[in-house]
């Protein structure tokens, strides 16, 4: 019974140092680590380069980030999809006051490093450069004997929904269709998803240029890497239906 008293006392203590303001002799500072991480644009998942916050949902991202989102007629935002005014979109003079006053470990030297200077500490810091050119390559978990099939649809250019311009890579057809069909009302499939194992090729897009900015500004090929691997994407329902 005096050792469940111990324990009780003990952990009462501790709940009235985590409660103490920050710098009192009992706070528990949070771990650095975590610090860059609640400074880091869910785009691009860096530290925020020239924030800006969208002034009806308040998210921030880097405003290099969100240009894309800018260039469409209703933009949503692309973290909680909430439609905004373009002309809404402000700089984040709060978050650039904080990335100057916060400093967080190089994930590399792990020197403390100012939170608005770690991108370039980073792109210069040797040792992350090695950690780059030491990650290893993607080796399958388990070698299979199966032949490779011979009719696996083609996902590294596409043809224009609109057009019917060919040999476009992702990027490539953004651009074509912001250059060409930036006004065009016509629902169309898109070739991209279509061509993934998950993809409905029935399934038309009534704001195909939203649809590309959104959900292609990278390729698959970066994550989808063996004709087995697009499952994880198979049973995420929000990936094939939730389209604009």
């Not at 007629?73 to 692309?78: D, E, G, K, M, N």
């Amino acid at each position: 019974m005096a050792m469940f008293r111990s324990f009780v006392s003990a952990s009462s203590q501790l709940r009235q140092q985590q409660q103490q303001p920050n710098g009192g002799p009992g706070s528990l500072a949070a771990p650095a680590e975590s610090i860059e991480s609640q400074f880091s644009c869910p785009i691009c998942l860096e530290v925020y380069h020239k924030p800006v916050s969208i002034a009806s949902c308040a998210h921030t991202f880097c405003g290099e980030c969100l240009q894309p989102c800018l260039q469409v007629t209703s933009p949503l935002c692309p973290l909680c999809r909430v439609p905004f005014d373009p002309k809404k979109v402000e700089r984040s003079s709060s978050v650039e006051k904080q990335l100057a006053s916060f400093k967080a470990p190089c994930r590399g030297c792990n020197k403390k490093v100012a939170l608005v200077k770690m991108r370039t500490h980073i792109a210069s810091c040797s040792k992350v450069q090695e950690q780059m050119a030491n990650c290893p390559k993607f080796v399958p978990v388990v070698p299979t004997s199966q032949p490779i099939p011979s009719n696996i649809p083609n996902r590294s250019t596409f043809v224009c929904p609109f057009c019917g311009a060919r040999n476009l890579d992702q990027q490539e057809l953004v651009k074509h269709c912001m250059e060409n069909h930036r006004n065009d009302p016509n629902k169309v499939v898109c070739p991209v998803c279509s061509a993934m194992p998950w993809g409905d090729p029935s399934y038309k897009s009534s704001n195909f240029l939203q649809h590309l900015l959104h959900r292609h500004k990278f390729s698959y090929d970066t994550f989808v890497v063996s004709p087995e691997e697009p499952l994880f994407f198979k049973n995420d329902m929000l990936l094939k239906t939730d389209f604009f």
